[in-house]
């Protein structure tokens, strides 16, 4: 046996400097695609200044009257699980925070998911599974990858079928600040943490 | 606002009757795939009995001497959270149990993970991350679409894909079990919970 088996709880936790800035982010409005944006990529670049996880951020919104429902950022590398993208943890925070599943019933339908970077094959499902019906992403796939990341195998029509789905995507949002971000990862010899022993 | 955002936290429990199982599920071997099968059908079975969640069980074994590291279940409608299906939990414990986001480098490549059904797309991304080289799968996507399940778009050369990256995928491992398992949810009524105004 590789060591004997006690872990029956897993804790994903917002690192300690995101927590402190919440009740500040959340007390402001956020009318268009543009401001709800900027949450994501501050929310990446500090994680990067703080070295808490991947240049990778994420918020949700409500857009019907502007408000944060929810921010989270990717947390692999401090957390020590590799689903802790930024979206999964936008994501969970929101179903913690609202008490369902799936974020897409009811009053919830006006739900909006910003991310600083076109989702991965994982965030993608992750997706589909929270009912969220509206993503808008500022780096695309090929700048993540031109990082180093291995974005995993995605289907080629994923945005179509977001689309028959109901779920509307919007690339390129402050696209350039999303590509400023990643670069400002690598540059600062950021830990490129694919699996299969190219990273740990 | 919908409501004040004061989440900052979020727990994966696994449910107490299989917390209460795991000594002595730890203290035996498992010395082929039909032996590790048992356990993660064995854990979906008993997630319906208990209604702690959906239809799903999964466990994560070294191959090299047949231990168990980490049991998941689908915990979506105990959690309230989209991503807690038993792959991603099995995941998520076997990393915060062996300590790195890699399951795939070192001694750990010999880890196989056991699921009572096929993977679903954000599965397939979350196995991709994880670093896990060798799946097993009970019930095909089929299998889990039939009893009405949307388990969301999947590339159509997701196993060539696998294997292009060193995962090998062994599918219909007891597969008559695997279905009956999920027939059973399915003739209990159990909750169908897709995403988007379908299920919650």
Redesign the interface.
């Known amino acids: 046996?590789?060591?004997?088996?006690?872990?029956?709880?897993?804790?994903?936790?917002?690192p300690d400097w995101?927590?402190r800035e919440?009740p500040e982010l959340?007390s402001r409005s956020y009318p268009s695609d543009d401001a709800r944006m900027e949450v994501a990529l501050r929310a990446a670049s500090e994680n990067i200044r703080h070295e808490t996880g991947g240049p990778f951020g994420a918020a949700i919104f409500?857009k019907q009257?502007g408000?944060?429902?929810?921010v989270g950022v990717n947390l692999?590398?401090s957390?020590?699980?590799?689903?802790t993208?930024a979206e999964?943890v936008a994501?969970?925070?929101?179903?913690?925070?609202?008490?369902?599943?799936?974020?897409?019933?009811?009053?919830?339908?006006h739900l909006q998911l910003a991310t600083s970077a076109e989702p991965?094959?994982?965030?993608?499902?992750?997706i589909?599974?929270?009912?969220l019906?509206s993503i808008i992403a500022s780096a695309r796939d090929e700048d993540v990858r031109a990082i180093g990341f291995?974005e995993?195998?995605?289907?080629?029509?994923?945005i179509a079928?977001f689309a028959s789905?109901?779920i509307e995507f919007t690339p390129d949002v402050l696209r350039q600040r999303g590509i400023e971000v990643l670069q400002m990862y690598a540059r600062r010899g950021g830990h490129i943490?694919n699996?299969?022993?190219s990273?740990?």
């Open positions: 046996m590789i060591q004997p088996m006690t872990t029956t709880r897993v804790d994903i936790q917002l995101l927590r919440l959340a409500n009257d408000s944060l429902v929810s692999v590398t957390s020590g699980l590799s689903m993208h999964v994501i969970a925070m929101a179903q913690a925070e609202l008490k369902t599943f799936d974020l897409g019933k009811g009053e919830l339908a991965c094959s994982m965030c993608i499902g992750a589909h599974w929270s009912g019906k291995d995993g195998h995605k289907p080629a029509d994923w079928h789905h109901g943490y699996a299969g022993g990273g740990a």
